[in-house]
């Protein structure tokens, strides 16, 4: 394989995209990554970083353009780190992370698995039901640059709801009108770091502004103006998080004005959501994701489901309507207690949680001697940990659904349920991120030899 040299230039087809959503062109065995590319395309790349196993480019001429390219329709492209296919159609974003799914699959878990389908959004624009602006240097609200922890300003975002933009933009004005410092994580001084919005189907949203301390100067203020850039603002909240890193939230919430919850509806049911609750960013998606799920678990009303990493209860809840007993465990208190409320809220009388580590609950729940004929889980972008997998299987559930928000750790997943005795049957990518790399893959596992116990992983 032939070296290529830093800024020389080289002409390529794009071949498809990394996990990442860059275009990959092999030039004489080597292979580049290119951001803004479309598969199909003839370009000339310039060499802009030279790796180990791999090089970075640029395209520094467009040769051949691909009918799927589009003129973007953000004027952050390619500065904020939070969009990557801006450039090209829908369907042609929807093919590459169906194909994202697809290699996962095959390449980290070993599985002869096909995606069956890619569920695309009707409106891929503004789905965003909670946004989190980082503020930085000069009192910047906006996002982060790619790889790094500049903040580029951002007035409207394509993605997200303008009521939340609007509640930002406040945010900013206000410091820049009262003098409030943007926190600074180099040295740690500074007071404002992170404008934290969340909304509902109905357009009201909740405020919470995250700060390097107990209280804000102009707190009257500040809420007034939320309010004249967001009137459907129904509650502005402070969070104090002193801790250095990258953790955006602290554990000190003090609501400064209405009220520190949202109510939204979700697949026919009333949640209450407090600023750390989980809750699925885009709702209209997470109806198609959770009815899929629903689906799966072949419920008949004589089930009991138990859901790891439950959040506010939304995917427990939605079971509950088809199951005799539903159990949903989650780590964060709020959410948990959130969870409860939400039940009680729809009348559903068959479900409890329980706080804590999944592993732990799974593990508890597992002595008692509990065998649940489904369980779901929802983990973290890190996956489940090998003893959570352990004891999913220890407890004999006829199906097991996992919904993923990342492919590589779903496939290493699916590759220890293997060894356990569980196969994964049917996979379903659907598209909860319109516009970013990120994409959601529900899978049903159940166990090759049902009179089999599990062997230890």
């Known amino acids: 394989m032939e070296r290529l040299l830093l800024n020389n230039s080289y002409t390529g087809t794009v071949e498809g995209y990394s996990s990442e959503g860059l275009g990959i062109v092999r030039i004489d065995g080597a292979v580049v990554f290119v951001p803004r590319a479309v598969r199909g395309e003839r370009v000339k790349i310039r060499i802009t970083k030279v790796m180990k196993t791999c090089y970075a480019g640029e395209i520094a001429e467009l040769l051949t353009a691909s009918p799927e390219r589009v003129e973007s329709d953000c004027p952050y492209f390619g500065q904020c780190g939070g969009c990557v296919y801006r450039h090209m159609s829908y369907a042609e974003e929807l093919r590459a992370k169906k194909q994202k799914v697809q290699d996962a699959l095959e390449r980290i878990g070993g599985l ?54 609007a509640t930002a933009g406040a945010v900013a004005a206000w410091m820049r009108k009262y003098g409030v410092p943007a926190y600074d994580e180099r040295t740690g001084k500074g007071l404002v770091r992170h404008v934290y919005v969340r909304t509902n189907k109905k357009g009201e949203s909740l405020c919470c502004v995250v700060l390097n301390g107990k209280n804000a100067p102009r707190e009257p203020e500040l809420a007034a103006m ?36 949202l109510m939204d509806e979700l697949c026919g049911l009333m949640f209450k959501l407090s600023v750390p609750s989980f809750y699925q960013v885009n709702r209209e998606q997470a109806e198609v994701l959770y009815g899929r799920a629903v689906e799966f678990a072949g419920l008949t009303g004589e089930e009991t489901v138990l859901d790891l990493y439950c959040g506010a209860g939304t995917i427990t809840l939605t079971m509950a309507g088809k199951a005799k007993r539903v159990i949903g465990a989650e780590i964060v208190p709020e959410a948990v207690e959130n969870a409860r409320e939400n039940a009680a809220r729809n009348g559903v009388q068959n479900a409890e949680f329980f706080c804590g580590d999944a592993s732990e609950i799974a593990a508890k729940l597992e002595r008692e001697g509990l065998r649940p004929d489904v369980i779901t889980v929802d983990p973290p972008r890190k996956g489940l940990a090998p003893e959570v997998i352990g004891t999913v299987a220890a407890m004999k559930p006829k199906r097991v659904v996992y919904v993923s928000c990342d492919p590589a750790t779903l496939a290493r997943d699916l590759k220890h349920f293997g060894k356990l005795g569980y196969q994964a049957h049917r996979a379903v990518a659907v598209d909860l991120f319109p516009g970013t790399y990120h994409v959601e893959t529900c899978v049903l596992l159940s166990h090759k030899n049902p009179q089999t116990s599990p062997p230890s992983l």
Do not use: M
Request: aromatic share 8%; proline share 7%; hydrophobic share 35%.
């Open 112 to 165: 002869d698995l096909r995606v069956e389908e890619i569920l695309g959004a009707d409106d891929p624009l503004h789905y965003r039901n909670k946004a989190q602006y980082p503020v930085g240097g000069g009192n910047a609200v906006g996002f982060y640059r790619q790889r790094s922890h500049e903040v580029i300003p951002v007035e409207r975002c394509q993605i997200c709801a303008p009521a939340a933009d």
């Open 226 to 261: 939320i309010l004249v850039a967001a009137p459907q603002t129904v509650g502005v909240v402070l969070n104090g998080n002193t801790r250095p890193g990258n953790v955006i939230l602290g554990n000190r919430y003090r609501t400064l004005w209405g009220q520190d919850f």
